[in-house]
Nanobody, 124 residues
Framework: QVQLVESGGGSVQSGGSLRLSCAASGDSDSAYDMGWFRQAPGKEREGVAVITTDGDTRYADSVKGRFTISQDNAEHTLYLQMNSLKPEDTAMYYC??????????????????WGRGTQVTVSS
């Protein structure tokens, strides 16, 4: 099974930018749809963005136009570029891998491999 490690979180002011990375190892040569999720204190984990093995992307309405998901297959790394950050973007951000051959979309229930998360804090 693939192992995932996130990095790039931090504290920024409203309107700032961050780029999250997710390094994959283990079964990283297999093709998976990959997603970014986030969880704020007291709230459920929610899908932020997903990228399929074909390169198709999908975003939560709350981040459309501000966040961009991408991947470097040669480096086995997933990215999330976050621009125009808002205080409501504050959360722990997780990357996740979808089982091969399955379309998981933004549903957290279908992903079967998760990183430990990286904290993003946006101050007003």
């Amino acid at each position: 099974q693939v192992q995932l490690v996130e990095s790039g979180g931090g504290s920024v002011q409203s309107g700032g930018s961050l780029r999250l990375s997710c390094a994959a190892s283990g079964d990283s040569d297999s093709a998976y749809d990959m997603g970014w999720f986030r969880q704020a204190p007291g709230k459920e984990r929610e899908g932020v963005a997903v990228i399929t093995t074909d390169g198709d992307t999908r975003y939560a309405d709350s981040v459309k136009g501000r966040f961009t998901i991408s991947q470097d297959n040669a480096e086995h790394t997933l990215y999330l570029q976050m621009n125009s950050l808002k205080p409501e973007d504050t959360a722990m951000y997780y990357c996740a891998a979808c089982p091969s051959g399955v379309y998981c979309g933004l549903s957290k229930y279908l992903y079967n491999a998760w990183g430990r998360g990286t904290q993003v804090t946006v101050s007003s």
